[in-house]
């Protein structure tokens, strides 16, 4: 066999020459990397481009295209572009949002409110108190804690304490006394909260089913289980709605005029007595003792027994429905400290705290411009009617920023509560503290440290909130109503406009609609304020709406037009209103490009306006909701998605600005409120 012995410079130079190859090819290799990498960059920047997810040069109401992600990302995730705006605007608008939820009735409002409470929650939960902070922040923290703390086997026990105190009373003075200690007919929801009524607060007794008494009496003593008639009758001639508040009298003469009853030890568990004054209806006392005075003594006793344990049980049925648990306890509690837990909040959370309102302030200005020129700018009103619905205007108040008094500790307790709850031994004792720091709030108006003329705020932590009063002529907005559905800071102004500013506007329409026609601009009831021949116009729209809400059927129920009547005048206001303050802005060359959202789709300001007019209403509700019967035919607002149709089928813009045929979108006869 031949064998050849190798040379070692022959070796080296083969090492260099394998070496030298390989650095060759992983420098190509690298390059090719490099320019692949360059290439698909280019290819991606290129199809981006071309499909209008990016476009450097152009800018939309001076903000570019780039700083929009958000906003533009908000409105695909709703979109259908599959369905036809100008057939189904409502499915168009939130196809896409409704297909990804998974339950039976579900809102986007919703969804963010529970959001919003969680957060809340969240940063409640973890409050800690020492000894110097302020006596509203423990009894919160306190308040809280005995809620999450709480069983409903405890509460049982407890209660059945009081109802024992009930039937051992040997005097109808003796019950009410117990009444008293647990919290006042408040707390009872018995007729005798006519005693009670202010002009902000009405309670109406609880009137139980068939069922429900006829259980209740089942269970009781032997001598009371005959009173169901009694009772039936009791709730049939005595009941608040059908008595009027009175000017206020003093305990004395409360107490003077109520013959079917001592009520004395009652207001004494109020601290009061003597020349203190109460909101209260003489009608209602009368009419007390007329049917508590046809018993005889021993039978009447019985009866206030019978009754007054049924106001208990039903009442207790509805704390045993509090969910011990993280956001049922947050509920409670907030029912009772709202204005405490938001002056909490708006410390803590950033969210609050950092809250800008500069656009919201603008927004706000041009919608009441704008509302003042859709009046002077009517054909048909009088000139005496423009006058006073312009004043009316021009005297309502918005408030969007919290209250001055929100951390000053006397307010506080003035609107929320007014005691120390440090040393409660059980949920059921806070709650009847609560309740009779309540009750005496609403029998005694002074006990608030206000008058009841004052305006109604709301706390700056409550979730999408805001209510026009027609007493105040004022719009109140919490800070947490300007968040997502209904406000962004960064998105664009139409937007805003079609969310925030319908809402706005849709409040400020409640000082026009069935209720707010016969107020003043001083929130007094003034029947002839408005012009004859322009009331009954008013009439006739809104006579048009309730036919035409009517009309509209969701898995075979009908929407009851005339309960719906107030907030479906405002929806259609609202976006009237809005709508034309948006076209003021855009001629101020506030334009810029139509806005791309990808898939080749390119919209208008106007355009979006009316798409965030229904994004902000999206919602699911399907046949197997279980109160599905009760949302369509028994609510004050329409279903979410005829809230969005029927105010778009009366919109006189929104067929030309989607260049839809008008008979398509307007297809029969259309109610305009102004």
Not at 210 to 237: M, R, S, W
Not at 577 to 592: Q, S
Request: with cysteine.
């Amino acid at each position: 066999m031949y064998s050849k012995e190798h040379d070692p410079e022959e070796t080296k130079n083969v090492v260099v020459r394998e070496t030298s190859k390989k650095k060759t090819i992983r420098v190509v290799l690298t390059g090719l990397l490099c320019l692949s990498f360059v290439v698909c960059l280019i290819l991606v920047t290129w199809v981006l481009t071309k499909h209008h997810y990016i476009n450097r040069e152009s800018t939309v109401d001076g903000m570019e295209v780039s700083e929009l992600a958000g906003m533009v990302g908000y409105i695909r995730e709703r979109l259908n572009l599959s369905a036809d705006p100008c057939t189904d605007f409502y499915n168009y608008a939130c196809g896409n949002w409704i297909s990804r939820q998974a339950l039976d009735y579900t809102t986007d409002y919703s969804i963010q409110s529970d959001r919003i409470n969680r957060r809340s929650y969240k940063i409640l939960s973890q409050a800690t108190v020492t000894e110097s902070d302020p006596l509203v922040y423990k009894n919160v923290v306190t308040a809280m804690k005995q809620c999450e703390a709480s069983t409903p086997a405890l509460n049982t026990k407890t209660m059945a304490g009081w109802l024992e105190q009930i039937f051992s009373g040997t005097d109808p003075s003796s019950v009410i006394g117990v009444v008293g200690k647990m919290g006042g007919f408040a707390f009872l929801g018995s007729p005798l909260n006519a005693f009670f009524l202010t002009s902000w607060i009405f309670p109406l007794p609880v009137k139980p089913t068939e069922k429900t008494l006829k259980a209740f009496l089942k269970e009781q003593p032997d001598n009371q289980t005959g009173f169901y008639d009694d009772i039936v009758k009791f709730y049939e001639d005595v009941s608040p709605q059908s008595f009027t508040k009175t000017s206020p009298l003093s305990i004395n003469d409360v107490v003077k005029r109520a013959t079917f009853a001592n009520l004395s030890s009652y207001f004494k568990e109020f601290d009061l007595e003597g020349d203190d004054e109460i909101q209260t209806s003489k009608d209602l006392i009368d009419k007390m003792n007329q049917f508590f005075n046809s018993y005889k003594e021993e039978n009447r006793l019985e009866f206030l027994k019978s009754l007054t344990a049924l106001q208990i049980q039903q009442k207790y049925d509805n704390i045993m429905k509090v969910k011990f648990n993280d956001l049922g306890c947050f509920s409670f509690v907030q029912s009772f400290f709202s204005f405490t837990i938001g002056s909490y909040l708006i410390n803590k959370d950033p969210e609050l705290k950092n809250a800008e309102l500069t656009t919201v302030t603008e927004i706000q200005k041009s919608l009441v411009e704008a509302y003042k020129e859709t009046i002077q700018e009517s054909s048909w009103l009088h000139a005496s009617s423009k006058d006073r619905i312009l004043e009316k205007i021009g005297n309502m108040t918005f408030y969007m920023h919290p209250p001055s008094w929100i951390h000053n500790e006397t307010e506080l307790e003035r609107r929320n509560f007014a005691g120390n709850l440090t040393d409660s031994k059980s949920f059921v004792d806070v709650f009847m503290r609560l309740k009779k720091d309540q009750t005496l709030k609403m029998i005694h108006p002074e006990r608030m440290g206000s008058s009841t003329r004052n305006p109604e705020r709301l706390s700056p932590h409550m979730p999408l909130a805001a209510v026009y009063s027609n007493q105040f002529n004022t719009i109140n907005m919490a800070l947490n109503t300007f968040r997502p559905p209904f406000y962004d800071g960064d998105w664009l102004r139409s937007v805003q406009y079609g969310s925030i500013g319908s809402i706005m506007a849709h409040e400020m329409t409640h000082a026009f609609d069935k209720s707010g026609l016969i107020m003043n601009s001083k929130g007094e009831r003034e029947e002839g304020w408005l012009d004859a021949e322009d009331l009954k116009r008013m009439n006739d729209t809104q006579q048009c709406l309730v036919n035409q809400y009517n009309r509209y059927d969701l898995f075979g129920y009908k929407i009851n037009g005339e309960k719906t009547l107030n907030e479906n005048i405002a929806d259609n206001g609202g976006l009237q209103i809005a709508y034309y303050a948006l076209l003021k802005y855009l001629e101020n060359g506030n334009r810029g490009d139509r806005l791309s959202i990808g898939s080749g789709v390119q919209l208008s300001q106007e355009q979006l306006f009316f798409l965030s007019f229904a994004q902000m209403r999206c919602s699911r509700l399907t046949s197997d909701y279980q109160s599905l019967e009760k949302r369509v035919t028994g609510n004050i607002y329409s279903p979410e998605q005829y809230r969005i149709i029927g105010a778009i089928h009366n919109n006189q813009h929104f067929a030309s600005v989607f260049r839809c045929s008008p008979t398509t979108t307007r297809p029969v006869s259309s109610c305009s409120i102004w």
